[in-house]
């Protein structure tokens, strides 16, 4: 059974920084494209960053410059970096591994930026 756990988020005041942490468990990790989405009140979850099996990244533009995706194929854990945090940011954060078809979410970590 796959397992996705969160964590790393909190209250920060803008400009400020946090780091997000996945963890998997019962999923061939290393070889499993990752991502990062965000669901804020009352809007549509969207898409914030992707990185391959290979490493390879990519980012929605508005995050572009100040979060970091990563992953830790020896530790199962998926990361995001984010600094510079802006009220805009605000939202609960999942995030999605997809090996295959099978496509699996985490539970989701909440992060507020205050101004």
């Known amino acids: 059974q796959v397992q996705l756990v969160e964590s790393g988020g909190g209250l920060v005041q803008a400009g400020g920084s946090l780091r997000l942490s996945c963890a998997a468990s019962g999923i061939l990790f290393s070889i499993s494209a990752a991502g990062w989405y965000r669901q804020a009140p009352g809007k549509q979850r969207e898409w914030v960053a992707g990185i391959t099996s290979g490493g390879s990244t990519n980012y929605i533009d508005s995050v572009k410059g100040r979060f970091t995706i990563s992953r830790d194929n020896a530790k199962n854990t998926l990361y995001l970096q984010m600094n510079g945090l802006k009220p805009e940011d605000t939202a609960v954060y999942f995030c999605?591994?997809?090996?295959?078809?099978?496509?699996?979410w985490g539970q989701g970590t909440q992060v507020t930026v205050s101004s």
């Open positions: 999605k591994v997809t090996n295959g078809p099978r496509v699996s």
